[in-house]
């Protein structure tokens, strides 16, 4: 028996990203605009002109400090009118398939929606003999490997493992964070499917012997017929960016273009490799093109997910297979049609509704507190991307500093409006002095952003899997806010694991 105490986790910090204090750049317009029209009574000396001034500025002012579900009238409004004018002109609106656009060769390139479309799935040899797929992006200048990983959780092990796997993934995320470091983003996915049993009845048929007592399969009939709907699968993924602008160097040196890229990501991936394994990440495999498209293709129809997976096991055990290999063509990765809404996003057969985790538990928490959010469900299915971005020493300490100066200047401002400082920013003000000094001891500190999707394929189930993922959220301490206006987008980040969703620069939102 172990006897080692649990530890917990806390101190996370969110980012003051306003143009002036908490106010975006039209909220501080707005305050500007509310200050001018205040004023104009007081030049003209005249009652009449503040009867009407006076309540244009209140309206002013409460459009740019009132918030709903954590955003301003002013970010709604931008919002709002963003969304309207995508549907005026029909860019909420995608096809591929018959009017998939090809190049002057014939071929088909992978088609996706909206910001993905200017990504290009690259292929690169891995080094031992094979190849990975690498999603490169020509305006950011980046490129992506995805590996599928296996892990033993953390739920079932004892305590003295635990602390030890969570304190090598820290090692992991540490070990990027060092100056002109070329890894920009490592992000986390895990996928939560149901399962209708298809796959483990097609596996048992075949593997049921011609002489076995009929007792015997009557009785695994039975199981499979219970076990089977109740069965969830789960996926996990992990993927590595390089940036070209950091690595410039390495580049150059392994030959330049896109080849020199994909050989220093490839062996910045090998480099990880003992990490990873003393955090009890096992890699599968480092995904292919075809298999890079299979989990897109996958996120898109979640109907495809088990006829690909018999094809797949089938391709895998049978050493005279002749059919289509395992993956998916990535002509084929992207939706056949997809629809942005305001709140939901449609694609072929399936609806989306994601969300941002726009608060983490304020008190400590153990480290298994995420589980509730992808717990099994028969009627959706759940995905949660955690993205990581690891900062250089450098520039971590200027990044800290701005936040302190920020902060302490609003406590100044509040105590000379002679406001009373609340609890709340009271301990933001002692975790930013914490996480400072930890940074100061040689700690890494990494920016992050966590985003869960949930997808069914029955309309009418939507909101009540939508209920039960912030139920779940509420349980597991979690503020979640849906992404109104943008869930293309917000799809992109939650629901495919390609490292989306965490901005170079730091924008108000």
Not at 184 to 205: C, F, K, N, Y
Not at 285 to 311: F, K
Request: aromatic letters at 6%.
């Amino acid at each position: 028996m172990s006897s080692a105490e649990p530890v917990t986790y806390s101190g996370w910090q969110s980012e003051r990203s306003g143009f002036i204090g908490n106010l975006s750049g039209p909220g501080f317009a707005l305050v500007a605009a509310a200050s001018v029209i205040a004023l104009i009574p007081l030049y003209t000396r005249s009652l009449s002109a503040a009867f009407v001034a006076l309540p244009v500025s209140a309206v002013l002012l409460l459009l740019a400090y009132g918030r709903v579900l954590g955003l301003s009238a002013d970010q709604w409004i931008t919002l709002a009118v963003r969304h309207q004018i995508a549907v005026a002109t029909s860019r909420n609106l995608f096809f591929s398939g018959f009017f998939a656009p090809r190049t002057k060769d014939g071929q088909q390139p992978m088609d996706l929606p909206g910001t993905l479309a200017r990504l290009h799935l690259l292929e690169a040899p891995d080094g031992l003999g094979g190849h990975l797929g690498l999603m490169h992006n020509p305006v950011e200048g980046t490129y992506t490997a995805v590996c599928r990983i296996a892990h033993p959780g953390l739920a079932l092990v004892d305590t003295e493992k635990q602390n030890s796997r969570v304190q090598a993934w820290a090692a992991v995320l540490r070990g990027q964070c060092k100056e002109d470091g070329a890894i920009t983003r490592i992000a986390v996915h895990q996928r939560s499917l149901p399962d209708d049993g298809a796959a483990l009845r097609s596996w048992t048929e075949r593997h049921i012997s011609d002489d076995a007592p009929a007792v015997a399969v009557e009785a695994l009939d039975q199981l499979m017929a219970g076990a089977g709907p109740a069965a969830t699968i789960r996926e996990t993924y992990l993927a590595v960016t390089l940036s070209t602008s950091r690595a410039r160097l390495s580049i150059k040196g392994s030959g330049g273009g896109q080849r020199g890229a994909a050989a220093v990501l490839v062996r910045e991936l090998n480099a990880m490799q003992p990490a990873l394994a003393s955090a009890g990440l096992q890699v599968v495999e480092w995904l292919s093109p075809r298999g890079v498209a299979q989990a897109i293709r996958t996120a898109y129809d979640p109907e495809a997910h088990i006829a690909l997976a018999e094809r797949n096991n089938a391709a895998a055990n049978d050493p005279a297979w002749r059919g289509t290999p395992a993956g998916v063509d990535p002509a084929l990765a992207g939706p056949a049609a997809a629809e942005t809404q305001w709140g939901v996003y449609r694609h072929d057969g399936a609806w989306t509704v994601s969300y941002q985790v726009r608060g983490f538990p304020q008190g400590e928490v153990y480290a298994t507190f995420l589980q509730p959010l992808l717990k099994p469900r028969s009627n959706a299915r759940r995905s949660l991307s955690l993205v990581y971005e690891p900062i250089g020493p450098a520039k971590a300490r200027k990044e800290l500093a701005r936040e302190k100066t920020k902060r302490d200047a609003a406590r100044g401002l509040r105590a000379k409006t002679g406001r009373s400082e609340s609890e709340d920013e009271r301990r933001e003000a002692m975790t930013a002095r914490a996480q400072d000094m930890a940074r100061a001891a040689g700690h890494g500190v990494v920016r992050l952003t966590a985003l869960v999707a949930v997808t069914v394929t029955d309309l009418e189930q939507l909101e009540i899997a939508c209920a039960d993922l912030q139920a779940d959220a509420s349980a597991a301490g979690l503020e979640l806010r849906r992404v109104w206006g943008a869930q293309d987008d917000a799809f992109a980040a939650s629901a495919l694991p390609l490292a989306q969703g965490l901005p170079d620069r730091r924008v108000g939102i």
